[in-house]
């Protein structure tokens, strides 16, 4: 019975999807999520406006907006997925600070390294922080003896590869967010996931 309720509760997750979903709309019935200054108007990346204006809260609203339903559908189904697992493993407060800290994580360095290559892009996507959820169930279930619930290291491996590829040969993808994401993911895994101990059903 335990097992059965602690699968179901993964209310953080479940929000955080919402919240996509329903800034994507309320951006889309305001304009077009495939226009660029409309999308930088509302909260987007854009690395001058973050330095030069302090515009600092672009690092977590461009974690709630995506550019087109292709890009919200693929996201949201990924975090659909594989976020209530973390979420399990985490708890509720720990993986919503994990999520933003993956998140803001991925847009800095992101930016640091557009920055460095002198290119100012407008950039968008909750990609970064599901990276980060990605590398943080890695680090769970590396501990867990390569097992996590339904998740095993193969299947992660496999998600990380395919997610990768996907980027390096498609055009406008931000791979600085997803590769530095994956890195914060882990290295949060670390910091925030304890393997559980199992208590003996004996009785004396």
Do not use: W
């Amino acid at each position: 019975m335990d097992e059965l309720n602690s699968r179901r509760k993964a209310y953080v997750n479940m929000s955080l999807i919402a919240l996509n979903i329903i800034y994507f709309l309320y951006l889309e019935m305001s304009g077009s999520t495939e226009d660029t200054q409309f999308m930088v108007s509302h909260g987007a990346m854009y690395a001058p406006l973050v330095i030069e204006r302090r515009e600092y809260y672009r690092l977590i609203t461009s974690t709630f907006m995506h550019f087109g339903i292709n890009h919200i559908m693929n996201n949201m189904l990924i975090l659909f997925i594989l976020g209530d697992n973390l979420e399990r493993a985490l708890g509720h407060i720990k993986y919503l600070i994990f999520y933003i800290i993956c998140g803001v994580g991925a847009n800095v360095a992101s930016m640091i390294v557009n920055l460095s290559g002198y290119r100012s892009v407008v950039s968008a996507g909750a990609s970064g922080a599901i990276f980060g959820v990605i590398g943080g169930l890695l680090y769970a279930v590396a501990v867990n003896r390569g097992q996590l619930e339904d998740l095993s290291t193969r299947q992660l491996v496999v998600v990380i590869l395919c997610s990768l590829y996907f980027g390096f040969t498609s055009t406008g993808v931000d791979n600085a967010a997803h590769i530095s994401g994956l890195i914060i993911g882990i290295i949060m895994g670390v910091i925030l996931y304890r393997r559980p101990r199992y208590r003996s059903s004996k009785q004396i």
